[in-house]
């Protein structure tokens, strides 16, 4: 399903032989889509139980000498250059659940030089004789030696590096190596690509802020290392678990610590400030769930379990692999945080919106000193009704679409109310829509998704689709009329005039409060910006991220042209400059939501200078960039 991983909720099965045997393990697996574990997990995602299918793949079993994960990109810092690869000795199973701690190799992607690596002991081993599976001694000659050669390391990153090129998509994949044959045995999406730490309310959490970061590092000596699974930084008390049974003992805001997790851990871990484990590595289900979750992470610490006691306050760097005892590094960073805070109340002139994507986060987040939203994100939303919108068509759920899309909606609205929400319609590429249930039927197959069957020409011609969404924002803006619509990647005047005709036919315009804005990304848009204007929006917002990548001819997703990349190249600030300068002209809101002015103060301070309306950060960026556009102001006025 989109942006779940579903680590480790079905049963698997290894040296099945005969048809009988065979049968029998398949139904198992069908039926274990219905374990406790399994059925809390679609409880806790907001995936339905009538919707969620399964297919059991059958492969030959490989005799596993060696096996083991790896990622086309870094889990932990999102690295797009770098591969990860993880290896033990026997069957995977054991580095899954984190119960040996695994070599770990780091290849830069283009080079495909090793970058790093650490060799781990390892004493047990899991491998097949006969027809059981069972846990061996590694032999001694084997306990501190690597793994897998180097060669046999660059190889697979190859391979990880053609399956996220086949995909178009980072991918998280299980290997084999059997004799000198290595052997592909899985691969899907990695599902927390550009997450960041995400503390619900009454979490005992601090934001991984850049000065929080440094008052970490040379405040104390660490008690415990481990390996960095999950960035973060959560100080709480310790609670250990030597198993699923115990956990239980685990409340609101401690700190786990266990061997290892297994998915029956999962209530435990979405209670927990923190977590910390004795094996695993980062490909372990500790640390994707962790990475899912939202919270900070170490795996691998080896005495995680000895060294730390029950209610025991620790403060753990899930970014470093650091654990420090006590909590005065949590003051010291709530100090930091308060400063922020500070800077979040100071009044602009220039509106500061916030970006948004996740519902489980809007009421948490209306509480920032923003003045409302300037990207909603439509994507997360529809990826969770789990079901491409021509199969609900098709299948006669077109109401269901419209109330699940619509309920998302309102919990926005009704957070942020009466200050503005402005929701971007679906900007899907093609092979993205092809993940949701039901979309191969639908979506063709395009050599470049960026550039192909996506935005206003999408709506154009197929109206139906694009009118489930319109349907869902009328039935909210009956109750919130802070909702207003946004269009994504509009390739001419002509197409915005056709989407805007759809809009009007649904009913939206005849609200005086209904706002109709037009994303600025596209290079034709800037240099034809007077036309889409006066085919009669209120406002633009500036895609930073496209913007770039279309203006300069660069792929930020390609690790080989990554430093070309630079939303603050003359070509970008002067396509920007234009934007603003005709919208102040015509008087129409001007707005920008890339990641660009979330990151960059310099650009922050040409923004305002330009004369912006707005501009819309991602939440941990609301009271620095607060604070540069005062400070701008004020030497614009002075």
């Known amino acids: 399903m989109p942006g779940t991983s579903f680590a480790g909720q079905q049963a698997t099965f290894l040296n099945v032989k005969g048809e009988a045997n065979l049968l029998e393990a398949v139904r198992d697996c069908w039926a274990s889509l219905f374990t406790a574990r399994s059925i809390f997990y679609r409880v806790q995602n907001r995936i339905s139980h009538e919707k969620v299918k399964i297919a059991v793949v059958v492969q030959k079993m490989v005799q596993s000498e060696v096996s083991g994960v790896m990622f086309s990109v870094d889990p932990v810092t999102n690295a797009k250059d770098r591969i990860v690869i993880e290896a033990v000795w026997g069957l995977g199973e054991y580095i899954v659940q984190g119960s040996v701690i695994p070599d770990h190799f780091v290849v830069q992607k283009t080079s495909f030089d090793i970058l790093s690596k650490e060799i781990s002991a390892q004493k047990v081993q899991l491998v097949r004789v006969g027809t059981e599976t069972k846990e061996q001694t590694v032999p001694p000659s084997n306990i501190d030696r690597q793994k897998i050669t180097d060669e046999e390391v660059v190889k697979l990153a190859k391979y990880a590096d053609?399956?996220?090129?086949?995909?178009?998509?980072?991918?998280?994949?299980?290997?084999?190596?059997?004799?000198?044959?290595?052997?592909i045995v899985q691969t899907r999406p990695i599902t927390t690509i550009n997450q960041k730490p995400n503390p619900p309310i009454g979490r005992a959490r601090i934001n991984n802020q850049k000065a929080g970061e440094e008052n970490i590092k040379t405040a104390i000596t660490p008690i415990l290392i481990g390996v960095g699974a999950s960035p973060g930084i959560a100080t709480g008390p310790v609670r250990i678990t030597k198993s699923p049974k115990?956990?239980?003992?685990?409340?609101q805001g401690d700190i786990l610590v266990a061997p290892m997790t297994s998915p029956d851990y999962v209530p435990a871990m979405k209670k927990a400030a923190g977590i910390v484990t004795d094996e695993g590595g980062q490909t372990s289900h500790a640390a994707i769930v962790s990475r899912e979750l939202g919270v900070p992470c170490i795996v691998g610490t080896k005495v995680a379990t000895k060294k730390l006691k029950d209610d025991d306050v620790v403060t753990v760097d899930g970014k470093e692999g650091k654990v420090y005892a006590g909590s005065q590094i949590k003051t010291e960073l709530k100090e930091t945080k308060n400063d922020f805070k500070?800077?979040?109340?100071?009044?602009?002139?220039?509106?500061?919106?916030?970006?948004?994507?996740?519902?489980?986060?809007?009421?948490?987040?209306?509480?920032?000193?923003v003045e409302g939203v300037g990207l909603l994100r439509a994507e997360f939303m529809i990826a969770n009704i789990g079901l491409h919108p021509k199969e609900a068509i098709k299948n006669h759920k077109r109401s269901f679409f419209i109330d699940e899309l619509s309920r998302d909606l309102e919990v926005f609205c009704k957070s942020f109310y009466p200050r503005p929400v402005?929701?971007?319609?679906?900007?899907f590429k093609t092979n993205e829509y092809r993940s949701l249930p039901g979309g191969e039927k639908w979506e063709p197959k395009e050599s470049n998704p960026m550039l192909g069957y996506r935005g206003a020409f999408r709506y154009i011609s197929d109206p139906e689709v694009f009118t489930?969404?319109?349907?869902?924002?009328?039935?909210?803006?009956?109750?919130?009329?802070?909702?207003?619509?946004?269009?994504?990647?509009?390739?001419?005047?002509?197409?915005?005039?056709?989407?805007?005709?759809?809009?009007?036919?649904?009913?939206?315009?005849?609200s005086p409060t209904f706002k109709f804005w037009m994303m600025v990304e596209i290079p034709v848009n800037v240099i034809l910006i007077d036309e889409f204007i006066k085919v009669g929006i209120d406002g633009v917002s500036i895609g930073a991220n496209d913007l770039t990548m279309l203006v300069?001819?660069?792929?930020?997703?390609?690790?080989?042209?990554?430093?070309?990349?630079?939303?603050?190249?003359?070509?970008?600030?002067?396509?920007?400059?234009?934007?603003?300068?005709h919208c102040q002209t015509h008087g129409v809101t001007s707005s920008i939501c890339g990641q660009a002015p979330s990151v960059y103060d310099d650009l922050v301070e040409s923004l305002v200078k330009f004369g912006i309306t707005s501009i819309s950060v991602n939440p941990d960026a609301v009271g620095r960039v607060r604070k540069v556009v005062s400070d701008t102001e004020k030497q614009i006025v002075s």
Do not use: C
């Not at 178009?168 to 059997?178: G, L, M, S, T, V």
């Not at 109340?345 to 500061?352: G, Y």
């Not at 402005?422 to 900007?427: G, I, L």
């Not at 042209?561 to 970008?572: G, T, Y």
């Open 552 to 581: 300069t001819g660069t792929d930020r997703d390609n690790a080989e042209v990554a430093p070309a990349f630079d939303e603050r190249s003359n070509a970008v600030i002067w396509s920007i400059k234009r934007t603003i300068k």
């Open 246 to 251: 115990e956990i239980d003992k685990v409340r």
């Open 422 to 427: 402005v929701y971007r319609s679906t900007d």
């Open 162 to 183: 053609n399956l996220q090129s086949h995909y178009f998509y980072p991918q998280d994949i299980e290997w084999a190596k059997e004799g000198d044959k290595l052997f």
């Open 342 to 369: 500070k800077y979040e109340s100071l009044k602009t002139a220039t509106r500061i919106y916030v970006n948004l994507a996740e519902v489980e986060r809007a009421r948490e987040l209306a509480k920032l000193n």
């Open 468 to 510: 489930l969404e319109l349907d869902a924002i009328k039935k909210v803006r009956e109750k919130y009329t802070n909702l207003w619509l946004m269009i994504p990647f509009v390739r001419s005047p002509e197409e915005l005039v056709r989407v805007r005709r759809i809009v009007a036919s649904n009913g939206l315009f005849s």
